[in-house]
C-alpha cells in the first residue's frame, strides 16, 4: 500500500483544515488507519485512528472534540477534519495502514505516507 498525505498549510488559530490520505491497491479496506504527527524535537504521536470499517474510532486526548477521522473506501482515501486548530497543533502529519494491534502505536503500522505540514499561527 502507498499512501498520499495531503491538504496541510498555514492557518490562524482557531480555524480549520482537512486532511486527506490516498491509498494505492485494491487492499485498503482491510487496514485501520491512523493519523500521527511529529513536531520539530518531539517524538512522532498518535492523533487519530478509524477501523477498516469506520465503525470504531479513536483519538488522542489532546485532539478530542475538536478533530474527526473518516474514510471513503471506495476512494481509498482516509481523511482528518481539524477544527479549533491551536499552534500546539503544529506538525508534519502522517497517515499510516495498520493490519493488526493498538492504533496507538506507531509500530504497529506497516505503511507511511510522506507527511503534510501544518503550521497554525497564534
Known amino acids: 500500500v502507498q499512501l498520499q498525505a495531503s491538504g496541510g498549510g498555514l492557518v490562524q488559530a482557531g480555524g480549520s483544515l482537512r486532511l486527506s490520505c490516498a491509498a494505492s491497491?485494491?487492499?485498503?479496506?482491510?487496514?485501520?488507519m491512523g493519523w500521527f504527527r511529529q513536531a520539530p524535537g518531539r517524538e512522532r504521536e498518535f492523533v487519530a485512528g478509524i477501523s477498516r470499517s469506520g465503525g470504531s474510532t479513536y483519538f488522542a486526548d489532546s485532539v478530542k472534540g475538536r478533530f474527526t477521522i473518516s474514510r471513503d473506501n471506495a476512494k481509498n482515501t482516509v481523511y482528518l477534519q481539524m477544527n479549533s486548530l491551536k499552534p500546539e497543533d503544529t506538525a508534519v502529519y502522517y497517515c499510516?495502514?495498520?493490519?493488526?494491534?493498538?492504533?496507538?502505536?506507531?509500530?504497529?503500522?506497516?505503511?507511511w505516507g510522506q507527511g503534510t505540514q501544518v503550521t497554525v499561527s497564534s
Open positions: 499510516a495502514a495498520r493490519s493488526v494491534g493498538s492504533y496507538s502505536l506507531a509500530a504497529r503500522y506497516d505503511y
Open positions: 491497491g485494491r487492499t485498503f479496506s482491510s487496514y485501520g
